[in-house]
T-cell receptor
């Protein structure tokens, strides 16, 4: 059974700092991996999706990497801003098509202080 | 604007009562999903559907039921058999299985 772990559980940084969020998974036979952001009391917003054949994806100040063989992904946030404060969730997708399911980590709560 | 609409935002259930959570999307997505989120926990999959009139159980389907009669709609019923229904329920959709999932703003269910 796939298990997804996110470290750290919480992170507080000053504005402008570059930071890395970590995600590890136990079964390397994945289809893809998705990073999401969740604001308090809200749904999730998709940030980046990395296919199993890819090594990284970039969107603006965000860069996600994937090392399938070691069961790890990182989300790099450059020049952090107070508006980046949220919970960041990693989710691993197994099997494409009709059997596709995501297994989520518990998230990292990020606070960016002005 | 295209998106996913969940209603109601807050819902209260009495003992022995069934309640239905609504999820509607106008993104023309084939796949739809229901998740449950408990404090300090990751999301857990309840049911999913890749096509109209077909759906599969997720990891925690007991005490829940769904239907998919229309592409746009995927309602979730929390039955009286679900003994611990208090949670935040999230609906999601994607173009197809494996694509980026788009989420609604959730329904918070509590017990009276």
């Amino acid at each position: 059974k796939q298990e997804v772990t996110q470290i750290p559980a919480a992170l507080s940084v000053p504005e402008g700092e570059n930071l890395v969020l970590n995600c590890s998974f136990t079964d390397s036979a994945i289809y893809n991996l998705q990073w999401f952001r969740q604001d308090p009391g809200k749904g999730l917003t998709s940030l980046l999706l990395i296919q199993s054949s890819q090594r990284e994806q970039t969107s603006g100040r965000l860069n996600a990497s994937l090392d399938k063989s070691s069961g790890r992904s990182t989300l790099y946030i450059a020049a952090s801003q107070p508006g980046d404060s949220a919970t960041y969730l990693c989710a691993v997708g197994a099997s494409g098509g009709s059997n596709y399911k995501l297994t989520f980590g518990k998230g990292t709560l990020l606070t960016v202080n002005p | 604007d295209g998106g996913i609409t969940q209603s109601p935002k807050y819902l209260f259930r009495k003992e022995g009562q069934n309640v239905t959570l609504s999820c509607e999307q106008n993104l023309n997505h084939d796949a739809m999903y229901w998740y449950r989120q408990d404090p300090g926990q990751g999301l857990r999959l309840i049911y999913y559907s890749q096509i109209v009139n077909d759906f599969q159980k997720g990891d925690i389907a007991e005490g829940y039921s769904v239907s998919r009669e229309k592409k746009e709609s995927f309602p979730l019923t929390v039955t009286s058999a679900q003994k611990n229904p208090t949670a935040f329920y999230l609906c999601a959709s994607s173009v197809s299985g494996g694509g980026p999932q788009h989420f609604g703003d959730g329904t918070r269910l509590s017990i009276l």
